[in-house]
C-alpha cells in the first residue's frame, strides 16, 4: 500500500520561505511522477507543480511559477517543494501526490495516491 506523508507546513509572513517535503512509502520511488496541488478554504484542489520520474521534466502553474521549485531525492523516496517569495493567497493546505507514469499530468484525476496533507499560512 503507497503512503505519502507530507510536512514542513506552518506560518510564514508575506515574502518568507517554506519547503515542505513529502515521504513515500509501500511502493518504488522511483516509478511515480510526483506532484504538488493545493487547496484553500471553500475552493478547488488546485494544481501547483509536478516532476517526471527521473527528475528531468518540472511543470508549474502560472501562479508559482518562479517562486516554487520541485525536486525529487530517490535515495529518501522524498519530493519537495521549496516556496520562497511567498503570498498571502498561497495560503492552503498543501497535498502530494504520486501516479505510476511516465509523464506528468496537472489534474488531481491523473494521480491515484495522495497524502493527507500540510497546512500553509501565509501572513501579512
Known amino acids: 500500500q503507497v503512503q505519502l506523508v507530507e510536512s514542513g507546513g506552518g506560518l510564514v509572513q508575506a515574502g518568507g520561505s517554506l519547503r515542505l517535503s513529502c515521504v513515500v512509502s509501500?511502493?518504488?520511488?522511483?516509478?511515480?511522477?510526483m506532484a504538488w496541488f493545493r487547496q484553500a478554504p471553500g475552493k478547488e484542489r488546485d494544481f501547483v507543480c509536478a516532476?517526471?520520474?527521473?527528475?528531468?521534466?518540472?511543470f508549474y502553474s502560472d501562479s508559482v511559477k518562479g517562486r516554487f521549485t520541485i525536486a525529487r531525492d530517490a535515495g529518501k523516496n522524498t519530493v519537495y517543494l521549496q516556496m520562497n517569495s511567498l503570498k498571502l493567497e498561497d495560503t492552503a493546505v498543501y497535498f502530494c501526490?504520486?501516479?505510476?507514469?511516465?509523464?506528468?499530468?496537472?489534474?488531481?484525476?491523473?494521480?491515484?495516491?495522495w497524502g493527507q496533507g500540510t497546512q500553509v499560512t501565509v501572513s501579512s
Open positions: 509501500g511502493g518504488t520511488f522511483g516509478r511515480y511522477a
Open positions: 501526490a504520486a501516479a505510476d507514469v511516465l509523464t506528468i499530468a496537472a489534474a488531481t484525476t491523473g494521480y491515484p495516491y
Open positions: 516532476i517526471n520520474v527521473s527528475g528531468s521534466n518540472t
